[in-house]
């Protein structure tokens, strides 16, 4: 089973291919000056087939990063998902950004993952030491987060919006950012376990569709 991982929707591009759950690449492309990291994604994904004298065609799923994070991320990702999928015939499958984040907790305890929505806001997972959704993803006011972390115990995992306010309330937390988390490692594990527990799922790439818990900001001309 072949399986092609890529997200592009928070602060860097995560890229990782594996048969049978074994991993053959995993990269991890930054912004390069300016031109956004995204951009490199399909240069990429070629250059990486090739290296395994592998077609589109020959892979089983492609997954990918759905949001919540960077639109222009988000639409990038999505867009070379469905249209690989669609040409190649293969699986589509897709996790939220929360759900990548929580395999950072390695913690009996319950995570709950927080990253930025600006406006006092935080998008918000909650799940269960083993994965499980707990609480499916949302935009919460950061007042109401705080009395939530307050009532009890968590793994929290943020970013740096998040950390500066988590830490002004002295609340422990982990800075995915502060650690160079092989985001696409999680993303390939997730969805190996998905695939092996759903044989019956159906995986059509029109059912891969981006999560905006917010609308994409728009700019008005005057």
């Known amino acids: 089973m072949k399986i092609l991982n890529f997200d592009t929707s928070l602060d860097k591009t995560y ?3 594996s048969a049978d759950n074994v991993i053959l690449k995993s990269r991890i492309i930054e912004n390069q000056k300016e031109k956004y990291h995204s951009a490199f994604l399909i240069p990429e994904i070629a250059k990486i087939l090739r290296e395994f004298n592998l077609f589109i065609s020959d892979l089983d799923y492609i997954s990918t990063n759905v949001g919540p994070g960077s639109f222009t991320g988000i639409r990038a990702g999505l867009t070379v998902a469905r249209t690989l999928c669609q040409q190649g015939n293969i699986k589509a499958v897709g996790f939220t950004s929360l759900e990548i984040l929580s395999k950072i907790n390695k913690t009996p305890e319950k995570s709950i993952v927080l990253l930025d929505a600006r406006k006092d806001m935080a998008y918000v997972e909650i799940l269960s030491s083993d994965g499980q959704i707990i609480e499916r993803p949302s935009a919460k006011l950061l007042e109401e987060i705080i009395n939530i972390l307050n009532r009890d115990e968590y793994c929290v995992i943020c970013d740096d919006k998040i950390s500066d306010i988590l830490a002004n309330h002295e609340i422990n ?3 995915y950012k ?3 988390y092989d985001l696409g490692l999680f993303l390939n594990e997730l969805t190996n376990d998905f695939v092996l527990k759903n044989k019956e799922t159906d ?7 981006p999560l905006y818990i917010q609308p994409p900001p728009v700019s008005i001309k005057k």
């Not at 995986?203 to 569709?209: H, M, R, S, T």
């Open 173 to 175: 937390h982990i800075n």
């Open 178 to 180: 502060l650690n160079n």
């Open 15 to 17: 890229i990782t291919l």
């Open 203 to 209: 995986y059509n790439w029109a059912k891969l569709k």
